[in-house]
């Protein structure tokens, strides 16, 4: 039985607001219709439940990519608690620790803070979009690497950093191992990255401010283009502003509905490429609100679990479900993968594959993609390249 996630105590700690989530939308907006699993279930002594679990999990994966988590180990007054600290660094943050922590993307990763002015160290346009990621160093060395506003409650978040891996994510990755019909620990062992409280991936604390006017026209009424995560799995907790979009299996992007108290989880490239195509890396974006929450801010936490950086990924061909039925070769980024494979050539490692994103053509519009905009099918992509992969992204 999986044990509930137990914070330390906030006793002594400066005073922080309590963050007041806004109302949820009251239009009606063609919401995307993902599964919900209950993870609970996962731990209970009647094998039916939890094959019927694992049946579920494997039908999400299959048609969404993404799925609706529940019952996983934190309390809303826990998550509460997370959200509130959220706030509390970007309503704190001092304009030296802004310029001192300042991103370099350049770098392949994402670490520090991220200004309202693009996906670049270099100030740019105005998006809106405010962030702190938090990495390995940042949990090594918080006195050199985190705001100093939020660094005496660097215990709690790295505690529930430490339970959304340990537990939720190793948790998820066993249904998952279970959907592959691998032995439970397969994906756990041999792929998730175990190193300090992230792993090889990290946590975001990411504030985006309303877009409106000119800035709202230029951005066409995207905050974040289409894109897959290059990870493992995404751990984000649903919020009551709607921006979140995905790519569905009814080939049009749909929103994703507000939850409360649920982790929206998507599955990442790392995961598509290891399943042989049977889990799929679903695209996903971030648009404007509806016009009811035109002026809200949305506060918004995500843990990206990643996998081991010096792996080369390949298909787990020792699952049963791919000695049965193959690989599945639909457009995705395993499909490209494969013709590596297949030609020989040396696949990136997935250091390698995540840092190149990062450091190159991160949140690009689509049409200054290297390869501009192509059409499949009757559905628009944009077309890039790295390290000889063709990826494509529905616009």
Known sequence: MAKPFSPPSNEGKPTVPQWIPPEPTKMDLDWASLHTIELSLLDSPDPKVVDDLVQL??????????LYLTDYGVSLDQLQRQFDLAQYLHRNISDEDKERLLWDPRSGLFAGFKRRLGWKREAGEFDGIEQFNFYRQEFENPEDRVPQCIQP??????????????????????LLSRALELPDDYLWDNVQSHVGPVGDGYFRHALFYPLLGEDKERRKGVRMYGHSDYGLTTLLFSVPVTALHIFSREKRWQPVKYNVGALVVNIGEALEIVSGGHFKATKHKVTDTPADQEHCERLSLVQFNASVGDMRLAPAVQSPLLQREGFVLEQGVFKQYKKLIDAGVPVPTNKQWREIQVSTNSQIAPEKRPGGIKEIDGVKYAADRFLGVDVLLPV
Request: aromatic share 12%; hydrophobic share 40%; glycine share 4%.
């Open 153 to 174: 409650f660097m215990d709690e978040i790295t505690a529930f950093c430490e339970y959304l891996t340990d537990s939720v994510n190793c948790r998820l990755l066993k």
């Open 57 to 66: 999990t494997k039908t999400a994966i299959k048609d969404d990519g993404f």
